[in-house]
């Protein structure tokens, strides 16, 4: 198929791009780069043989989008590009609420004056909030506890009613839970433009002697270690999913959310023991008071993506701290030394 990647050129982006390639689909980017480096770009074409357009352009802008579906004519679209830190969502809710959920809508108009009826959508584990029950599946009460959550479901909820229209149109909602890792070749990975927002790129950083210490935000929850519970998934499992979901939305019409997680739970101390087998070296840390917003656990039940599309995440956690380690090591300063 040809498929259009808004945001194709960030962290999870860039390596589906590796993966719709690998399947023979024929991929173009479509990204502003406010969060991106392009050199991304190349570093991908160097591993891979595949057809990969780009164009530069903001989501927000319809003529651009237009422009883009005229030439590149995509049979479907994959869309990455938003905002991501919860903590800035909450200081800049209107920059959130635009790109989010305005960009979503104004990428809608320019499907619909195209004719391109199939979508696939980078949601998160975010708009369940406070666990009722775990694992969540995705009957679960959607409650996000955070401006960038309510963001992402508005997204779902306009979705979902554009799906509805007459014809074949389909929007696949995929609720990535916690994405880490990177391209085995380390040629490509997370590269943060400041501190971290997110545990892993911490730790690398950690590891590389960029940051002194982690701060491990609350040791007294309702754990067996008392630190949080999260549910890790390797960014080349989770961009397999996106390919697995365009074939579905390809033979499927109507709106559909699908968990993206392993199924597992893993805390902050295992995950900090995890790097240290990675990376041969210890990671300091400090204990530091709960962060407001945080929960203890969570956990996805991600058997229904198995069901519909035959997708399960294959990475070990150790596969996930050695990728991070590779690309960290080699790329100490990320894109920036490329
Ligand atoms: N990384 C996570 O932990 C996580 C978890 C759940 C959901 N998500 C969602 O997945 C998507 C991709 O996340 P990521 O981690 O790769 O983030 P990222 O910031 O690395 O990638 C997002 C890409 O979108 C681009 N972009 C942002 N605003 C744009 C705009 N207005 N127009 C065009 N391009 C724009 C950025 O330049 C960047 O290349 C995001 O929508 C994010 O909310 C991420």
């Known amino acids: 198929m040809r498929v259009l990647v808004t945001g194709g050129a ?3 982006g ?9 399947q023979g689909h024929e991929v173009c980017v479509y990204d502003s780069y406010v969060n991106a480096n392009p050199k991304v770009l190349d570093r991908v074409r160097s591993l891979s043989n595949g057809k990969l357009g780009d164009v530069t352009g903001d989501v927000r802008d319809a003529a651009g989008l237009d422009a883009v579906f005229s ?13 991501k830190a919860v903590g800035e969502s909450e200081e800049r809710p209107l ?6 959920v305005g960009g979503t809508l104004t990428l809608l108009h ?10 696939i959508f ?24 955070s401006v960038y959550g309510r963001t992402k479901l508005m997204a779902e909820q306009i979705l979902a009613d554009w799906s509805k229209q007459a014809g074949d149109r389909a929007a696949v909602l995929l609720r990535y839970f916690n994405p880490v890792g990177a391209h085995h070749s380390g040629e490509i990975g997370e590269d943060p433009s400041d501190i971290p927002n997110n545990l892993v790129p911490y730790i690398a950083q950690v590891a590389i002697g960029k940051r002194p210490a982690l701060q491990v935000f609350g040791t007294d929850y309702d754990t067996p270690d008392g630190t949080g519970l999260r549910d890790y998934i390797h960014v080349v499992d989770l ?3 996106h390919v697995a979901a365009l074939g579905y939305a390809a033979g499927n019409a109507g709106c559909q959310p699908f968990n993206i997680g392993t199924g597992q739970s893993v805390s902050v101390r295992q995950m900090v023991a995890a790097f240290e087998r990675a990376c041969g070296a210890p990671i300091p840390t400090r204990t530091a008071p709960r ?8 956990q996805a039940d991600p058997s229904r993506a198995k069901a519909a599309f035959g997708w399960r995440a294959e990475h070990s956690l150790d596969e996930m701290m050695a990728s991070t380690w590779r690309w960290q090591s080699q790329n100490p300063d990320g894109y920036g030394n490329g």
């Open 71 to 83: 030439d590149f004519e995509p049979e479907a679209v994959i869309h990455f590009a938003g905002l």
């Open 239 to 241: 961009a397999r999913a």
């Open 14 to 22: 860039s390596h589906t791009l590796l993966e719709l390639m690998a």
């Open 110 to 119: 320019a499907m619909d004056r195209a004719g391109c009826r199939k979508i």
């Open 95 to 100: 920059a959130y609420y635009d790109v989010n």
């Open 122 to 145: 980078s949601s998160s584990a975010t708009v369940y909030g406070e666990p009722v029950y775990l694992p969540y599946d995705e009957a679960h009460p959607t409650a996000p506890l």
């Open 10 to 12: 960030g962290y999870i």
């Open 291 to 298: 962060r407001a917003g945080d929960i203890a656990a969570m």
